[in-house]
């Protein structure tokens, strides 16, 4: 069975910094992208940022210039790092693992989610 063990998330001021990590288990032979999406109470999920197997890097326009996503391939791991945080970014942030091809299956795989909250 596919996994996803998230973390770094935690309570910070405005303007500080966090990095989420996201690692994938199991019979894992490719994944095509892994991306961070993000929650709020009362809110519609969104794509925070996403990455694919070649690099290829995508992000809303809210996080942009401030937040950058990165990837090892071959340990299946997926960074997120968040500078210049503001108090819009509090959300619970979830990792997702696209396009997965283990031994047995294929398909999208999500992480159980951190909290991430920007509060002064």
């Known amino acids: 069975q596919v996994q996803l063990v998230e973390s770094g998330g935690g309570l910070v001021q405005p303007g500080g910094s966090l990095r989420l990590s996201c690692a994938a288990s199991?019979?894992?032979?490719?994944?095509?992208?892994m991306g961070w999406y993000r929650q709020a109470p009362g809110k519609q999920r969104e794509l925070a940022a996403r990455i694919t197997s070649g690099g290829t890097t995508t992000y809303v326009d809210s996080v942009k210039g401030r937040f950058t996503i990165s990837r090892d391939n071959a340990k299946n791991t997926v960074y997120l790092q968040m500078n210049n945080l503001k108090p819009d970014d509090t959300a619970v942030y979830y990792c997702?693992?696209?396009?997965?091809?283990?031994?047995?299956?294929?398909?999208?795989?999500w992480g159980q989610g951190t909290q991430v909250t920007v509060s002064s």
């Open positions: 199991g019979r894992i032979f490719s994944i095509k992208a």
């Open positions: 997702n693992a696209d396009g997965v091809q283990s031994y047995s299956d294929y398909g999208s795989y």
